[in-house]
Each structure stands twice: as C-alpha cells, then as structure tokens.
C-alpha cells in the first residue's frame, strides 16, 4: 500500500468515506491510475501535492483562481513579512472560529 509521507493513501480515503472514483476523481486520477498508487506504485509529485490539498488539507481547489496565486506569489518574493503577518492572522481567524 503506497505511503504518502507515512501517510497510507488508502487509510485516508477510508476515513473519508469515499470510494477510489470519488476520492481521485476529485485530484483528475482516474480509479484505475488510484487503485495503482494504493497498491504501491509511486505516486508523482503534481498528484502527492493535490493530494495533499485535497484530502488533508480540505482545500476546495475548485475556489483557486489564477489570481490569488499570483498575489499570493507577489507576497511571496516582495513583501515576505506582509505574508506572513497575513497567514498568522488567518491561522488565527481560524482557530477562534
């Protein structure tokens, strides 16, 4: 069963109460390319990142507009501590909710 970072892909899948379609549809995986990487081929790195997003992390990649990813680069390379000021605070926002 393929790990994903000491996480077993197919534990999480489980968990969420999804079959193979429903879960790696959600990533554009086919079932049958799913039901490779549960039974221990590699997973590549672009479909271990949407995993990652996905299904631990609950981002609705639907809601991702090509936008925020360059305000969110911006951020990134010219005002670093802005950023960081503004994920903390939402980190925040978060937890007080």
């Known amino acids: 069963m393929k790990m994903l970072e000491n996480i077993d892909v197919r534990e999480i899948r ?26 221990g081929r590699n997973i590549p790195r672009p479909v271990q990142a949407l995993l990652r997003l996905v299904h631990i992390e609950q981002v609705d990649i639907s809601k991702i507009r090509k936008e925020d990813l360059e305000v969110i680069e911006y951020l990134r390379t010219q005002k ?5 000021t503004l994920k903390k605070e939402a980190k925040t926002k978060k937890r007080d909710k």
């Open 80 to 84: 670093p501590d802005l950023l960081k």
């Open 14 to 39: 489980t968990k969420l109460g999804l079959n193979q379609s429903e879960f790696w549809s959600q990533l554009g995986v086919t079932q049958s390319g799913g039901s490779r990487y549960e039974s």
